[in-house]
């Protein structure tokens, strides 16, 4: 890979996009890159993915101008499927993924950002989508996941004046969870995943799954995900281990790792 690195830390990895020089601005190969590697993600190991981007600058700058300022009708629309069949695979990935915002997360940096689970930022970072400014709409999903997460005059307040966003108004808007200064936000994603690895995986999993569908239904619907996806968890060994130490009046012995089984 020449623009993402990829590290495993016991039961989390962390992604990191790399491409400093131009920001960490998403290409077509950057996205082919991060594409392949959450394929090659072994999740038999790995119970929590971090998003981040290299340098204390950009997390994601935007979609790379350059490549797309050429590009026809029918190419434009290949590219933004290219980004949202990879964000989309972000978003539905098995596992939760925390984006860690380091810096710019305009257009595109902003729509990955948002196809994670959960984003921290640092207090250095900024928001937007900033496409109509350059004569286009936002095409890797910011019309439809920044209105999900703030609501859809705050989302057209943003797209439509193409302003960009300080992390304390992020987080006031509820766009991010958490603003840490560039020294803490690596430690504090890392302290994060590592909280989610520790729990029973085939619930964590189930709970996002259970979200992610059960946002798109009405609430009858979307409680029979729920039942489902709980009546799953039992008879595994997780959730024997899980209630059975729970239930241990004793407390002796010091709780081991869920098995994933």
């Known amino acids: 890979m020449e623009f993402i690195l990829y590290e495993q830390k016991g039961a989390y990895a962390i992604i990191t996009i790399n491409r400093e020089r131009a920001l ?3 290409n077509s190969q950057v996205l082919e890159e991060l594409d392949k590697t959450l394929d090659a993600v072994d999740l038999d190991t790995v119970r929590c993915l971090i998003l981040t981007g290299a340098g204390s600058k950009s997390f994601v700058a935007g979609a790379d101008i350059g490549e797309m300022s050429s590009l026809s009708k ?3 629309a290949s590219f933004g499927k290219k980004g949202n069949d990879v964000f989309l695979k972000l978003e539905n990935f098995p596992i939760p993924v925390i984006a860690a915002v380091n810096g710019f997360a305009l257009g595109g940096g902003c729509e990955v950002s948002m196809s994670c689970d959960i984003r921290i930022c640092s207090d250095n970072a900024v928001f937007g989508q900033p496409e109509v400014g ?3 709409t936002p095409g890797f999903g910011g019309t439809q996941r920044l209105a999900r997460l703030v609501g859809a005059g705050m989302a057209k307040q943003m797209i439509y004046t193409a302003r ?3 992390a304390d108004e992020a987080f006031r808007i509820g766009l991010v969870n ?3 200064t560039q020294e803490e936000l690596l430690p504090a994603a890392e302290k994060m995943a590592a909280s989610i690895a520790k729990n029973a995986p085939i619930a964590v999993r189930n709970c996002k799954v259970a979200i992610n569908e059960g946002l798109a239904l009405e609430m009858d619907k ?3 995900i729920e039942e489902k996806l709980f009546g799953d ?3 595994t060994e997780d959730q024997r281990y899980g209630m059975a130490f729970f239930l241990d009046k004793n407390k002796e012995k010091v709780k081991e790792p869920f098995r994933n089984k």
Do not use: P, R, S, T
């Open 24 to 26: 960490n601005a998403l």
């Open 233 to 235: 968890c039992f008879e």
């Open 222 to 224: 979307a409680v029979e």
């Open 164 to 166: 960009n966003i300080k």
């Open 134 to 136: 350059l004569g286009i």
């Open 178 to 180: 958490a603003v840490y």
């Open 74 to 76: 029918a190419e434009g």
